[in-house]
Structure formats: structure tokens, C-alpha cells
């Protein structure tokens, strides 16, 4: 799993049916401390995720069919969590709790 | 997921069994900010309303061919919707403007060759800011 951020929707009126009545996040990809690490994915909302939220991101498809219990849909990206903190073991032992 | 523009089709007569009356077009994958990146690269239409220049997002590997109305067809890249509008949400974008891709990072981090388009870093487009 990834972890990403939303920065936006994608809009789409003709689509495969599959893609009816779901919506669709632009997800920023982050590295573990939170900065974007440059790519971004369009996955399919499943937890209600907002403008900016952290998110974990399924990018595999036999899972994403099952979270959305569509079997046969083209879909393999999906978001599947929203992230509240990530916890980064630091050098000195100590840990590190980054908020989001 | 991602966002490509068609940029043209292809036509082949003799193709791999049960992708008869399947369109396949060249599509150049973009980022989000709709800059080319990567290479292009042909992909089936499964929506069969896809034409050139029009924006879309495709769908990569074995999900490719879970589009098509056989789904077990040579298939990698699929067409799966075309793109009215890609909305940035208010609230979305932090202080300093987008995390553009390869822009604001320390030199050396991040993956090489990420931003291959050549292009200034910069948004083509002026980014709202939310109102203080």
C-alpha cells in the first residue's frame, strides 16, 4: 500500500460502468515523512476521504475489487484509509509522531 | 489510474485473436498537472468514445483487460473514462503553492527522470490561493 495525499477529483461522465456513481481522487504519492514523492494515482474513494487528507492508498487489483465488492471491474486503485499519524522511529531511539 | 491525452490510433489488420473491433489509440500519459511524462503508448478504448486530443485516464495491467467486453484478451493499457474536468479541492494544496512534481525537493532526492518533459517547473496555469 501507498501512502498519498488528495488534492483533487476527476470528473468523468463517459466512463466504463464499472466507474458509475464512484468517485474518483487525484492522490498526490508521499515518501513515509510526508513530502510528495512526485508520481501521483487516480484511485477510487471507498472511505469518504477530503480535499488534503492522508490516505492509504490499495494499488493492487484482486484487493481493490473486493474492497468494493465489484468483481470484474477494471479498477486496481483504490483508497482504503485515512491516515491519522505516521510513527518514524528516529536515530536516537525516541519516536517521532508526525500529525497530519 | 492516470491521466493521458489521445494523440492518435492505430490500425492493424491482423491482430491477436478476440481484439477484433477493439480501438486502440496512442495516448501520452500526463501528470497531474496535465504535463506530458513518460513515453506514450497504445492502449484499447473501452469506452469506445475516445478520439484524439481528448483528455482521459487509463488503467495498466491485468485490470486493462477486465475492461474490454472479453476480458480475456491481450490487453494491457485500457481507456476507461474520459475526463470532463480534474477539480483541485479547496484546501488541498498547502502554503507555497502545489508540490509541482520536481519542484521543492533537495537536490538528488527523489526518482530520477521523473520529470522528463524538458519544461519549466513551473505551472503553465496560475494556482488559486485561498483567501487569507
Known amino acids: ?100 | 489510474m492516470q491521466l493521458a491525452r489521445v494523440i492518435g490510433t492505430v490500425v492493424a489488420t491482423i491482430k491477436s485473436p478476440g481484439l477484433e473491433g477493439v480501438k486502440l489509440l496512442v495516448i501520452q500519459p500526463l501528470d497531474r498537472a496535465l504535463r506530458p511524462v513518460g513515453s506514450q503508448l497504445v492502449a484499447a478504448d473501452a469506452v469506445h468514445m475516445a478520439g484524439p486530443g481528448e483528455l482521459v485516464y487509463f488503467v495498466a495491467a491485468r485490470e486493462a483487460a477486465q475492461a474490454m467486453p472479453d476480458p480475456f484478451v491481450p490487453v494491457d493499457h485500457a481507456i476507461v473514462g474520459i475526463v470532463d474536468a480534474v477539480e483541485t479541492l479547496a484546501g488541498a494544496e498547502r502554503p507555497g503553492g502545489p508540490p509541482a512534481v520536481g519542484r521543492g525537493r533537495p537536490a538528488g532526492g527523489g526518482r530520477p527522470g521523473a520529470r522528463a518533459t524538458g519544461k519549466s517547473p513551473r505551472a503553465p496555469t496560475p494556482r488559486r490561493r485561498p483567501r487569507p
Do not use: W
Open chain 1, 1 to 100: 500500500m501507498k501512502l498519498g495525499r488528495v488534492v483533487g477529483t476527476v470528473v468523468s461522465t463517459i466512463n466504463a460502468p464499472a466507474f458509475d456513481g464512484r468517485t474518483l481522487l487525484v492522490c498526490d504519492l508521499l515518501d513515509p515523512s510526508g513530502r510528495p514523492s512526485g508520481g501521483y494515482l487516480i484511485a477510487v474513494d471507498s472511505v469518504g476521504a477530503g480535499a488534503g487528507e492522508t490516505v492509504l492508498i490499495l494499488d493492487e487489483g484482486n484487493g481493490a475489487r473486493q474492497v468494493l465488492r465489484a468483481p470484474g471491474a477494471p479498477i486496481r486503485t483504490v483508497v482504503v484509509g485515512i491516515v491519522d499519524a505516521v510513527v518514524e522511529p528516529s536515530a536516537t531511539g525516541a519516536r517521532h509522531r508526525r500529525r497530519r
